[in-house]
């Protein structure tokens, strides 16, 4: 039987590592193994810090057992540590600001993309973007000087007298506690709806106004019934990135929160959330149990990103695909 | 019964003077069909650059109009016009006059006005919603809620699509086909009962089976409302209209039933295009 063999001279088996080796040269394996490399490091890093706190936060997480997510105490000299006042003051400070922000992020988003002229739309855009690229510690100062004054001088009392038979309105006005974190934060993730919405809302297709224009629609019901539902899927997607500002943000939050590991109903209160413990104790925590649990308090707030971010992803999945986007 | 036959059933023809002096005269059946659209002296411009210099024209009722003419000839302009949808596009300015059924369609609502004529577009737009949902879109926000169904199912029916849709109602329309797709806009103008019906070149995204479809559609549709239709396929025109208008350079040359256009241009520019000499 003969040898099968090919233009080049080679036989089969030869042939893919020299076309492997020409490919090599002209770049395309190279590209190839450099980006799976700086792909696999973003992975690495992130495995690498899931494990870390982890490990880190054996001791506590041995000693407490699940009772941690359960306890309200937190007491660094008696060795009694417990997530659940930071948890709440995360989750309450979080949704005070998601409350306030969107639909305020959502009109403004609306007003520059529909109604105004575009150069003014161009230039409260530029701004909108500079708002979110401020330090939070400059928004903490904000939120110290001015918001929290504000809040126990003039809107918490009236809040008080008005709402007062609402448990969240109730007792001392301390300035600073879960409202004004929640309202710092609030100022701090509206950019960041508004900039991603009204990115969204501009690239709906005109087809889509125009074909709700042609059926007599007005511009109002064009923007609700036709451009808001198709563009739904990107405003979800602001939303929950500003959540995921708001669950982390450390700086503003540890500025206005009072840093007072209680859970009060009322949103007067003083409080604190699991970034601001972390920063606030860090330096001082003496003993390798403290330490332990701060470290736990850690990957406590990464997995409450992970999940919320996974559900938000589903979320955003489900109404896509219930809007046939994805069919 | 194809688009030349209506004249053909026609025999006393009698040539009517459209309007303009330098537009040839047109055979049109006297008494058997009236005019919907009386447009005069139409001009419209984007920004500085005008796209239409003045066109005169009337479209009749219940018959189905083309509009041919080279890419850029302001057809689409032409027909955008007729529901005023050239307000969308900002910087554009139209000047003449426009009366549908004797009235002024810049002194109307537009809102109104773009209930009484609906549109279809280019490339099939459906809402990202169920087919039931896009259909009954123009009928809820006029508020109507009552009897959706029946008027879904009706409107479903005259864009002859019910047959391939009826137990999927609540699907995503954007699981048809693209011929579906546009027939399904086709219904969800129809589902508010239009008087007037304008297509921008429906058919340039479809094959040719489902152009042939929505064609005998067209033929189906003008029993019960006036169809305009701009068009940059000739066989297109030649097969599914009664009259066709010839634009060129934002100018109207040539107004006339289709047949006669077709066969025995009377504007030099006409036999032209038409025979494929340009555009």
């Known amino acids: 039987m003969l040898e099968r063999v090919n233009a080049t001279g080679l036989t089969p088996s030869f042939r893919p590592l020299r076309i492997y080796w020409e490919r090599l040269r002209r770049g395309d394996e190279i590209a190839h193994v450099l980006t799976l490399i700086f792909a696999s490091t973003v992975i690495g890093v992130t495995a690498l810090l899931v494990y870390q706190l982890w490990i880190q936060s054996a001791l506590s997480r041995q000693k407490f057992g699940w009772a941690f997510f359960a306890t309200r105490v937190w007491d660094p000299v008696g060795g009694q540590f417990g997530a659940l006042p930071f948890l709440y003051g995360t989750v309450v400070t979080s949704a005070i600001a998601l409350l306030l922000a969107v639909p305020l992020g959502l009109g403004t988003a609306i007003f520059l993309s529909e109604f105004s002229a575009k150069r003014i739309s161009d230039a409260l855009a530029f701004l909108v973007d500079l708002l979110a690229a401020v330090p939070s510690v400059i928004y903490g100062l904000l939120g110290i000087f001015v918001l929290a004054p504000l809040l126990r001088v003039w809107v918490e009392p009236v809040l008080r007298s008005q709402f007062g038979f609402l448990p969240f309105f109730r007792g001392p006005a301390y300035g600073v506690g879960f409202l004004a974190a929640g309202l710092t934060l609030a100022i701090m993730v509206v950019p960041f709806i508004v900039s991603v919405s009204r990115e969204v809302l501009i690239s709906v297709p005109r087809e889509q106004r125009e074909a709700a224009l042609a059926l007599g629609a007005t511009r109002w019901e064009t923007i609700s019934r036709a451009v808001v539902p198709f563009a739904k899927t990107g405003i979800l997607g602001s939303v929950f990135l500003a959540l995921a500002r708001a669950l982390g943000e450390t700086m503003a939050v540890t500025m206005v929160i009072g840093n007072d590991p209680k859970i009060s109903a009322s949103l007067f209160a003083p409080g604190y959330s699991i970034a601001a413990v972390i920063a606030n104790e860090f330096t001082e925590a003496t003993g390798s149990l403290y330490l332990s649990a701060l470290i736990e308090l850690g990957l406590v707030l990464f997995l409450l990103t992970f999940v919320l971010n996974g559900l938000a992803r589903l979320l955003v999945l489900a109404t896509a695909q219930r809007g046939g986007l994805l069919e | ?279």
């Open chain 2, 1 to 279: 019964m194809n688009g030349a036959s209506i004249v053909q059933k026609h025999q006393n023809l009698e040539p009517v003077h459209l309007g303009q002096k330098d537009i040839p005269l047109v055979e049109l059946p006297i008494g058997t069909i009236k005019p919907q659209f009386k447009i005069s002296n139409l001009k419209v411009s984007y920004g500085a650059k005008e796209v239409l210099h003045g066109v005169d024209l009337d479209v009749f009722a219940n018959v189905v109009t083309a509009l041919i003419g080279p890419s850029g000839c302001g057809k689409s302009t032409f027909l955008r016009s007729l529901n005023r949808m050239t307000e969308v596009v900002r910087g554009t300015q139209v000047e003449g006059e426009i009366l549908l059924d004797n009235e002024n369609v810049f002194r109307m609502d537009v809102v109104k006005l773009r209930r009484r004529v609906g549109m279809v577009f280019q490339r099939p737009n459906p809402f990202p919603k169920s087919i039931f949902d896009n259909v009954a879109y123009g009928l809820r926000i006029n508020g109507h809620h009552d009897s959706l169904s029946e008027a879904v199912e009706h409107s479903l029916r005259r864009a002859a699509l019910w047959d391939e849709v009826k137990g999927q109602l609540h699907k995503s329309a954007y699981a048809l086909s693209g011929g579906q797709q546009q027939r399904l806009c086709i219904a969800r103008a129809l589902a508010v009962n239009p008087e007037v019906l304008l297509l921008d070149e429906p058919c340039s995204a479809l094959d040719p089976i489902t152009t042939a479809k929505i064609e005998e559609l067209l033929f189906q549709l003008k029993s019960s409302c006036t169809i305009v239709i701009v068009t940059h396929n000739m066989q297109q025109a030649a097969r599914a209209s009664d009259f066709t208008a010839f634009l060129l350079d934002g100018q109207l040359v040539e107004y006339q039933s289709t047949r006669k256009l077709f066969t025995t241009p009377s504007d030099p520019r006409t036999e032209a295009y038409i025979t494929g000499r340009f555009g």
